[in-house]
C-alpha cells in the first residue's frame, strides 16, 4: 500500500509540472481566444536563456530577472508584432500564426545560446525526503516538494491577482465579451500584452523547473504536446481545470506505467495520457472545469 | 432664439439652441466591411441635460450611429467614413473608446453584455477601469450606483448571467455609471424585458438626468415609451434621418403613431415589416 500511495504522490507532485505548461496555455486562451502553440517553446526558450546566463557566471536572482525581462518583451512583441495585425482574424489564422512564432523561437533560442543540453542546478536535490521516509517508509523527492511548492505559491498567487487587482478584473472581462471590455474603456491590446506576458513569466518558472529535472534541451519544446491532453481533461479555459488536470494527468501516468505498463510491456507513460484524454474527451468534451455557458438572457 | 437660427444653417435643428451643446454628430457616413453602406449622412446634436431619443426600425441604424460615436465600430470592421462628430466642441471621431469613456461618454451596449461569469459587483467594478481612483472613492462610486439600483445591492455577489434581464440591464447601466460619464449612449434598454420593469429602468434613466445632469442619447424601437421620457427624437429611417423634433410633438404627430402603433400588434418589427411600410407610405424629411 505504501508503494501505491509512493507512487500516486509521485505522479501527483510531477503532474504539478504539467498544469504549469497548461496554466500558460489557458491564460492566453482565456484572455484572447488564441491557442499559443508555442507555449513550449517560450518554455524552452525561458530554460536556455536561464541556463546561458547561469554559465556565464551570473547571480541566480541577477539571472532570474533578466530571463523574466526577455520573456515580458517577448510576450509584448509578439502581441503588437504577430497578434494584433491578425485582430477580428479566424481563429485558425492565429493558431498558424502561433505555429509560426513557434520556429522563430526556437530558431532565436538555439542561435543565440546553442542546441547542446545544458544541466540546470537551481541547489535543490532530487532525494528522498529523510523524514518522510524514515515515518512511513515512503521516497518523496524533496525536489518534486520543492516544485509542488513553488507552482502552489505562483498558482495562488494568480488567483489572488485574477480575483482582487484592476487589472486581473479587466483580464476576466476581457476574456468573458470583449466587446463589452471594450465598451466600458478596457483598452484590449494593453490586456492582451499583459496576458503575453504573465504567460511569459508562468513559462520560465515552468522551464526552470523542468529544465533543473530533464536538463535544459530541445526536447522541453514537446512539454506543449504534453499540456494538451491537461487541457482536454481540464477545460481549456478554467485555471483549476489546468491545475486539477495535470495532477490527474501526472498521476495516472505514473499509476499506469507501474500496475498496467508490466501487463502489456511497458513504456505506457507516454502515450497513456492522450488515451485518457480521448475517453474523456467522448464523456466530457468541455472538459471538467470548460466553463459552462450562461444561456439566460 | 438667434441661436436658433444659425442653428438652421447646419439642418436639421435642434433643441440644442436653448442649451449647451454637447454632442454634435454631422452628416456622418459609415461603411461596414469596405462595401456596406449603413449610414448615409446622418446628422444629431444633443444638448447639456437631455434625454434624446433615436428611434426607427430594426437595421435603421441606430446601434450603428451609437458605436460610430463611441467608436466601437472598428471593432466590427465598421468605419466612419465621412461627416465629423464633436464632444463638447472638440472632434472625437479618431479618438478610442479608452479615450472618450475618459472623457465622459460611455455606451451601454445593445443586448447588455454583462460579464457573465463576474458577479454583479464585479462588473460595475470594471466599469471604473478609466479611473485610477482610491479604494474609498471606488466604495463611494458603488454605493452611488446602488442608490439608483437597489436590486443591484441585493445581487452584489451573484454571478451577473444568473441575474434576470431586468436585472442585468440595471448591472450595464450601473457600470457605465461608474466611468462617472457626463453622457451615456444608452442602446434599446427595453429589449427583451417586461413593461414593467421597462418603466422601472426609464424612471432611473430620468432621474440619473435630473439628479446627476447626465446626458442621454437612446436608441430604442419601444418608440411610445422613449418618448414619453424624452426631450427629444430622431426618427432614422434606412440609415437617414427621417424626421425628427420635440419628443411631444412627434408622440402626437399623426404619420409616426401610424407607423408604430400600427405595427405595435405584430409584437417587434422585422425587416419584412419594414419594408411593407415603405411601399405604404414614406417619410419626408
Ligand atoms: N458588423 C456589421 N457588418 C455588416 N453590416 C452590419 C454590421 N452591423 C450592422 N450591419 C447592418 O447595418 C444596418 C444597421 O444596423 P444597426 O444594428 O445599426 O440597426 P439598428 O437600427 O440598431 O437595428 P436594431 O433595432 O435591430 O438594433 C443593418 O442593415 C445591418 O445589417
Ligand atoms: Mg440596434
Same mark, same amino acid.
Given at each position: 500500500?505504501?508503494?501505491?500511495?509512493?507512487?500516486?504522490?509521485?505522479?501527483?507532485?510531477?503532474?504539478?509540472?504539467?498544469?504549469?505548461?497548461?496554466?500558460?496555455?489557458?491564460?492566453?486562451?482565456?484572455?484572447?481566444?488564441?491557442?499559443?502553440?508555442?507555449?513550449?517553446?517560450?518554455?524552452?526558450?525561458?530554460?536556455?536563456?536561464?541556463?546561458?546566463?547561469?554559465?556565464?557566471?551570473?547571480?541566480?536572482?541577477?539571472?532570474?530577472?533578466?530571463?523574466?525581462?526577455?520573456?515580458?518583451?517577448?510576450?509584448?512583441?509578439?502581441?503588437?508584432?504577430?497578434?494584433?495585425?491578425?485582430?477580428?482574424?479566424?481563429?485558425?489564422?492565429?493558431?498558424?500564426?502561433?505555429?509560426?512564432?513557434?520556429?522563430?523561437?526556437?530558431?532565436?533560442?538555439?542561435?543565440?545560446?546553442?542546441?547542446?543540453?545544458?544541466?540546470?542546478?537551481?541547489?535543490?536535490?532530487?532525494?528522498?525526503?529523510?523524514?518522510?521516509?524514515?515515518?512511513?517508509?515512503?521516497?518523496?523527492?524533496?525536489?518534486?516538494?520543492?516544485?509542488?511548492?513553488?507552482?502552489?505559491?505562483?498558482?495562488?498567487?494568480?488567483?489572488?491577482?485574477?480575483?482582487?487587482?484592476?487589472?486581473?478584473?479587466?483580464?476576466?472581462?476581457?476574456?468573458?465579451?470583449?466587446?463589452?471590455?471594450?465598451?466600458?474603456?478596457?483598452?484590449?491590446?494593453?490586456?492582451?500584452?499583459?496576458?503575453?506576458?504573465?504567460?511569459?513569466?508562468?513559462?520560465?518558472?515552468?522551464?526552470?523547473?523542468?529544465?533543473?529535472?530533464?536538463?535544459?534541451?530541445?526536447?522541453?519544446?514537446?512539454?506543449?504536446?504534453?499540456?494538451?491532453?491537461?487541457?482536454?481533461?481540464?477545460?481549456?479555459?478554467?485555471?483549476?481545470?489546468?491545475?486539477?488536470?495535470?495532477?490527474?494527468?501526472?498521476?495516472?501516468?505514473?499509476?499506469?506505467?507501474?500496475?498496467?505498463?508490466?501487463?502489456?510491456?511497458?513504456?505506457?507513460?507516454?502515450?497513456?495520457?492522450?488515451?485518457?484524454?480521448?475517453?474523456?474527451?467522448?464523456?466530457?468534451?468541455?472538459?471538467?472545469?470548460?466553463?459552462?455557458?450562461?444561456?439566460?438572457? | 432664439?438667434?441661436?436658433?437660427?444659425?442653428?438652421?444653417?447646419?439642418?436639421?435643428?435642434?433643441?440644442?439652441?436653448?442649451?449647451?451643446?454637447?454632442?454634435?454628430?454631422?452628416?456622418?457616413?459609415?461603411?461596414?466591411?469596405?462595401?456596406?453602406?449603413?449610414?448615409?449622412?446622418?446628422?444629431?446634436?444633443?444638448?447639456?441635460?437631455?434625454?434624446?431619443?433615436?428611434?426607427?426600425?430594426?437595421?435603421?441604424?441606430?446601434?450603428?450611429?451609437?458605436?460610430?460615436?463611441?467608436?466601437?465600430?472598428?471593432?466590427?470592421?465598421?468605419?466612419?467614413?465621412?461627416?465629423?462628430?464633436?464632444?463638447?466642441?472638440?472632434?472625437?471621431?479618431?479618438?478610442?473608446?479608452?479615450?472618450?469613456?475618459?472623457?465622459?461618454?460611455?455606451?451601454?451596449?445593445?443586448?447588455?453584455?454583462?460579464?457573465?461569469?463576474?458577479?454583479?459587483?464585479?462588473?460595475?467594478?470594471?466599469?471604473?477601469?478609466?479611473?485610477?481612483?482610491?479604494?474609498?472613492?471606488?466604495?463611494?462610486?458603488?454605493?452611488?450606483?446602488?442608490?439608483?439600483?437597489?436590486?443591484?445591492?441585493?445581487?452584489?455577489?451573484?454571478?451577473?448571467?444568473?441575474?434576470?434581464?431586468?436585472?442585468?440591464?440595471?448591472?450595464?447601466?450601473?457600470?457605465?455609471?461608474?466611468?462617472?460619464?457626463?453622457?451615456?449612449?444608452?442602446?434599446?434598454?427595453?429589449?427583451?424585458?417586461?413593461?414593467?420593469?421597462? @418603466?422601472?429602468?426609464? #424612471?432611473?434613466?430620468?432621474? =440619473?438626468? /435630473?439628479?446627476? &445632469?447626465? %446626458? *442621454?442619447?437612446?436608441?430604442?424601437?419601444?418608440?411610445?415609451?422613449?418618448?414619453?421620457?424624452?426631450?427629444?427624437?430622431?426618427?432614422?429611417?434606412?440609415?437617414?434621418?427621417?424626421?425628427?423634433?420635440?419628443?411631444?410633438?412627434?408622440?402626437?404627430? @399623426?404619420?409616426?403613431? #401610424?407607423?408604430?402603433?400600427? =405595427?405595435? /400588434?405584430?409584437? &417587434?418589427? %422585422? *425587416?419584412?415589416?419594414?419594408?411593407?411600410?415603405?411601399?405604404?407610405?414614406?417619410?419626408?424629411?
Amino acid at each position: 500500500m505504501s508503494f501505491f500511495f509512493e507512487v500516486l504522490i509521485g505522479g501527483l507532485l510531477s503532474g504539478v509540472m504539467y498544469s504549469l505548461v497548461a496554466l500558460g496555455f489557458v491564460l492566453i486562451y482565456k484572455a484572447s481566444g488564441v491557442f499559443n502553440f508555442a507555449q513550449g517553446a517560450m518554455v524552452f526558450l525561458a530554460a536556455l536563456t536561464f541556463v546561458g546566463l547561469r554559465e556565464m557566471g551570473i547571480d541566480f536572482w541577477i539571472a532570474f530577472v533578466i530571463t523574466l525581462g526577455v520573456m515580458v518583451v517577448l510576450g509584448l512583441l509578439t502581441e503588437r508584432i504577430v497578434l494584433r495585425p491578425l485582430v477580428n482574424q479566424p481563429q485558425i489564422t492565429l493558431f498558424m500564426a502561433t505555429i509560426g512564432l513557434t520556429f522563430v523561437i526556437e530558431g532565436v533560442a538555439q542561435l543565440v545560446w546553442d542546441s547542446q543540453p545544458h544541466n540546470l542546478d537551481l541547489g535543490i536535490q532530487d532525494v528522498p525526503l529523510p523524514w518522510i521516509s524514515d515515518s512511513t517508509g515512503m521516497n518523496i523527492s524533496t525536489f518534486d516538494i520543492t516544485a509542488a511548492g513553488i507552482a502552489a505559491v505562483l498558482v495562488t498567487s494568480l488567483a489572488l491577482f485574477f480575483s482582487r487587482t484592476r487589472i486581473g478584473r479587466a483580464l476576466r472581462a476581457v476574456a468573458d465579451d470583449h466587446q463589452a471590455a471594450l465598451a466600458v474603456g478596457i483598452p484590449l491590446q494593453h490586456i492582451w500584452g499583459i496576458v503575453w506576458a504573465v504567460a511569459g513569466f508562468v513559462a520560465l518558472v515552468a522551464g526552470m523547473l523542468w529544465g533543473a529535472r530533464n536538463g535544459v534541451q530541445f526536447s522541453l519544446t514537446f512539454l506543449a504536446l504534453k499540456a494538451l491532453p491537461v487541457l482536454i481533461l481540464g477545460g481549456f479555459e478554467s485555471v483549476p481545470g489546468a491545475i486539477v488536470g495535470g495532477l490527474i494527468i501526472g498521476a495516472a501516468e505514473k499509476l499506469a506505467e507501474v500496475y498496467i505498463g508490466p501487463m502489456v510491456g511497458g513504456g505506457i507513460e507516454g502515450w497513456f495520457p492522450y488515451v485518457l484524454a480521448l475517453l474523456f474527451l467522448l464523456v466530457r468534451p468541455e472538459g471538467l472545469f470548460g466553463e459552462k455557458h450562461i444561456d439566460r438572457v | 432664439m438667434s441661436a436658433a437660427a444659425t442653428a438652421t444653417a447646419s439642418p436639421p435643428t435642434t433643441d440644442a439652441a436653448t442649451a449647451t451643446k454637447v454632442l454634435s454628430v454631422n452628416n456622418i457616413e459609415v461603411i461596414y466591411d469596405h462595401v456596406i453602406l449603413v449610414l448615409k449622412g446622418v446628422s444629431l446634436e444633443v444638448a447639456e441635460g437631455r434625454i434624446v431619443a433615436l428611434l426607427g426600425a430594426n437595421g435603421a441604424g441606430k446601434s450603428t450611429t451609437l458605436k460610430s460615436i463611441s467608436n466601437l465600430l472598428s471593432a466590427e470592421r465598421g468605419e466612419v467614413t465621412k461627416g465629423t462628430i464633436e464632444f463638447r466642441g472638440k472632434r472625437v471621431d479618431r479618438l478610442t473608446t479608452n479615450e472618450l469613456v475618459r472623457m465622459g461618454v460611455c455606451q451601454v451596449m445593445e443586448g447588455r453584455h454583462c460579464f457573465q461569469h463576474l458577479t454583479v459587483e464585479e462588473n460595475l467594478l470594471t466599469g471604473a477601469y478609466t479611473r485610477k481612483i482610491s479604494r474609498g472613492d471606488l466604495a463611494e462610486a458603488l454605493e452611488r450606483v446602488y442608490h439608483y439600483f437597489p436590486r443591484l445591492k441585493q445581487r452584489r455577489s451573484s454571478q451577473s448571467g444568473y441575474t434576470s434581464g431586468g436585472e442585468q440591464q440595471m448591472t450595464a447601466i450601473g457600470r457605465a455609471l461608474m466611468a462617472k460619464p457626463s453622457m451615456i449612449l444608452l442602446d434599446e434598454p427595453s429589449m427583451g424585458l417586461a413593461p414593467q420593469i421597462v @418603466e422601472e429602468i426609464f #424612471e432611473i434613466v430620468r432621474d =440619473l438626468n /435630473t439628479k446627476e &445632469r447626465v %446626458s *442621454f442619447l437612446l436608441a430604442e424601437q419601444n418608440t411610445m415609451v422613449a418618448l414619453r421620457y424624452a426631450n427629444y427624437g430622431y426618427i432614422l429611417e434606412n440609415g437617414r434621418v427621417v424626421m425628427d423634433g420635440d419628443a411631444k410633438g412627434l408622440a402626437s404627430n @399623426e404619420d409616426v403613431k #401610424e407607423f408604430y402603433l400600427g =405595427l405595435s /400588434t405584430a409584437g &417587434r418589427k %422585422s *425587416f419584412r415589416d419594414v419594408k411593407h411600410y415603405r411601399r405604404r407610405k414614406r417619410w419626408l424629411a
